[in-house]
């Protein structure tokens, strides 16, 4: 089977997930090992062509997905990096893939106000504070994450 790489450098390939990368993603996703619907929530977006991996050395090293569930919007719902590949730029060019493959004009993410990584990251990579969400977890809002820059970054 054939899978369409976005990288182009075979260690610092992104390309589209397939259900064969599942186990892959358990592994590096702790909420996973232990969640079925974590489990359910990837084996969906890897079908639906939604989840995007980046490999190292043939190694899966860290996912994203999309959905388009939130007002219509693209969504970001997961991104994780494995523990050992943090802060080298995965993420970054992750959202870089989310934002090229994403169907919609807006794109959107979130993360808990106490994630200070994760806002450093979304404003490395051009979102801005769009709004925030209490009462998911208690006394941690989630902040929403919005990303409009231009539409040429965007694959049609």
């Known amino acids: 089977m054939h899978r369409r790489e976005i990288g182009v450098h075979p260690r610092n390939c992104v390309r589209a997930g397939t259900v064969g990368d599942l186990s892959s993603l358990i592994r590096i996703d702790e909420i996973a090992q232990s969640s079925a619907n974590r489990r359910a929530q990837l084996e969906q977006a ?5 989840c995007f991996v980046a490999l190292e050395n043939d190694e899966v090293i860290g996912f994203i ?3 388009y569930t939130f007002f219509d919007c693209g969504f970001i719902p997961l ?3 494995a523990a050992n590949h943090r802060r080298k730029g995965t993420a970054l060019r992750l959202l870089r893939v989310a934002r090229k493959q994403c169907r919609t004009e807006k794109l959107f993410s979130s993360a808990n106000r106490s994630n200070f990584a994760a ?3 979304f404003a490395k990579a051009g979102y801005v504070e769009s709004g925030r969400i209490d009462n998911l977890d208690l006394e941690d809002p989630e902040i929403v994450f919005f990303f409009g820059g231009r539409v040429e970054d ?3």
């Open 119 to 121: 806002a450093r990251l």
């Open 154 to 156: 965007r694959v049609r």
């Open 79 to 81: 991104l994780v990096v």
């Open 65 to 67: 997905t999309l959905s």
């Open 46 to 50: 890897l079908v639906s062509g939604q």
